[in-house]
């Protein structure tokens, strides 16, 4: 009598859309979106060079307003979002972050922080746990400060998001572990696991990077070599056997080397957007990496809603229709939805070509011979991510 | 901290963590769970049991209202409602209230 919808057959479990609207996977169906991420501001004090905000930052001039970022979470609220994350850059950047939280949780907004931790203090954390966060997500860069601290850009850095991580746990809060991996930090992740469960986490998320913007010209540094990567899947796979009940893992892989390509987003504009620091409605984080695309902001005279349902930018590959072939009568088109747009744009310059992530692309056979190439290099120092367009680490670091 | 893995009985007073929400979706007009992450969908049944877990009332104290309410067989409800706290609470959507010793 008591099973959740969850398991409903015909439906995605994974899909929270489709178990709530109770329908499967219809391409040219989309509902208002369940979750939310706000990008606040692209300010960071870390510099990871993987990060997934765009090349071209948003300075803090142009970050909106408290009275704006309020503005958003009530009409969030409003049309049926039910969950925000707090990114950014770093969202504890911001002075008005206990102001956000209090506000969307009064608008009955669930939130979830996601942070590098180490601008917070634990007098900070109890004043978001009091002002109704729900969860926090702390990004690792590794098991132990050498590695994770030159990753960052950061020194001291490490030590400090294990004491906030500790912080959390304290405060009753429930915490995710995000790791993201590459070639430089892959054989850490066994001790990562581990650093996981110590810290009491609930959720590790094994986030292998996805090389757009930054990581795309840090790729020669990044890219994990395929032994790695078969290693990692066994890794990952033996953890979360070990480990039910205990700690769920969430685990992306590095795309270059699947078979097929990522539903990415969920479908361009259909379960998904984000809001950047300026305040333009995306339909994923690095979608500004497409060129010819107009999105449109918060600050213009339309409504959140609107711009979701009728702008160009969300409209151009939604659905289907858009494709070419092999997409066009590929039996899995709504399944991946052709994978990546970011990509398929990064790679092949026509943001309507399949991903080179398949193996149906014409240029999948290449890729996969570039990621082989990347993770040979020999290349290992790193362009950190700034407002100044990037800083290549120095050679006696 | 709130205990992280419990053995619901008919003993346990069991409440939503507080991180995890109860709430009337009222867009898609259907009830939910938000989690880290996660929305679920409960069933009418399931709404209404997880609406008296409210950390006052003991497990066998829900089994008796809904066994009254339904004039069904006490036994037979008792069963499904353990099992259907245990399966919530297996996911992280339940916890318990313990005698505080501070």
């Known amino acids: 009598m008591t099973e959740l919808t969850e398991t409903t057959p015909q439906i995605d479990s994974n899909d929270s859309l489709a178990v709530l609207e109770r329908r499967g996977s219809v391409a040219e169906t989309y509902g208002i979106p369940l979750a939310v991420l706000l990008e606040l501001t ?41 969950q925000v994350h707090f990114s950014g850059g770093e969202p504890t950047a911001r002075k008005d972050i206990v102001e956000l939280v209090q506000h969307a ?133 033996d953890a979360r056997e070990r480990l039910k009940g205990t700690l769920t893992i ?74 070419k072939e092999p997409c066009k009568s590929c039996e899995f088109r709504e399944i991946d939805f052709g994978g990546c747009r970011c990509q398929a744009f990064a790679l092949t310059g026509d943001a309507a070509n399949t991903d080179p992530a398949c193996t149906l692309s014409p240029l999948h056979e290449s890729i996969f011979k570039q990621a082989e190439r990347d993770a040979a290099s020999g290349q290992d120092r790193f362009l950190y991510r700034n407002f100044a367009g990037g800083t290549p680490e120095s050679n006696d670091a | 901290m709130a205990p992280r893995h419990i053995q619901v009985t008919e003993t346990s007073r069991v409440v939503l963590p507080r991180h995890t929400k109860l709430k009337y979706d009222e867009t898609r007009q259907v009830w939910v ?14 709404v209404e049991v997880l609406k008296l877990c409210d950390g006052a009332r003991s497990v066998a104290d829900i ?30 959507f339940l916890t318990e209230v313990r005698e505080t010793t501070t």
């Open chain 1, 250 to 323: 969430d685990y992306v892989v590095p795309d270059y080397y699947a078979l097929r390509p990522k539903k990415c987003m969920g479908g361009w504009g259909r379960q998904f957007f984000n809001i950047s620091p300026s305040g333009k409605v995306l339909p994923c984080h690095a979608a500004e990496s497409i060129t010819g695309l107009d999105f449109m902001s918060v600050r213009s005279n339309n409504s959140i809603a609107w711009i979701w349902q009728n702008s160009e930018a969300f409209n151009r590959y939604r659905g289907t229709g858009w494709m």
């Open chain 2, 63 to 92: 089994i008796d209202e809904l066994a009254a309410k339904y004039a069904a067989p006490r036994d037979v409800i008792a069963t499904d409602v353990v099992a259907m706290l245990q399966d919530l609470a297996d996911k992280g």
């Open chain 1, 42 to 82: 692209h300010r960071c004090p870390l510099q990871c060079p993987y990060c997934s905000n765009p090349l071209e930052l948003d300075r803090s001039g142009q970050e909106l307003t408290t009275a704006e970022w309020k503005k958003v979470l009530s009409e969030l609220a409003e049309i049926g979002v039910l």
């Open chain 1, 105 to 237: 949780n009064e608008v009955g907004l669930y939130t979830n922080l996601i942070t590098s931790a180490v601008l917070l203090t634990r007098e900070r954390l109890k004043e978001l746990a009091d002002a109704g966060l729900c969860h926090v997500q702390i990004s690792f860069q590794g098991n132990e400060p050498v590695v994770a601290d030159r990753v960052g850009g950061y020194k001291g850095g490490h030590a400090k998001k294990l004491e906030v991580a500790r912080w959390t746990r304290e405060l009753d809060l429930p915490l995710t572990v995000n790791a993201v991996m590459h070639r430089q930090n892959l054989h850490q992740l066994p001790d990562i696991i581990q650093m996981a469960v110590d810290l009491d986490a609930d959720r590790l998320e094994v986030a292998n990077v996805q090389y757009y913007g930054w990581a795309l010209k840090n790729r020669a540094s990044l890219m994990p070599t395929y032994q790695q990567l078969e290693e990692t899947d066994r890794l990952v796979e």
């Open chain 2, 33 to 46: 769970i938000l989690a880290p992450e996660r929305v679920l969908a409960p069933d009418e049944i399931a």
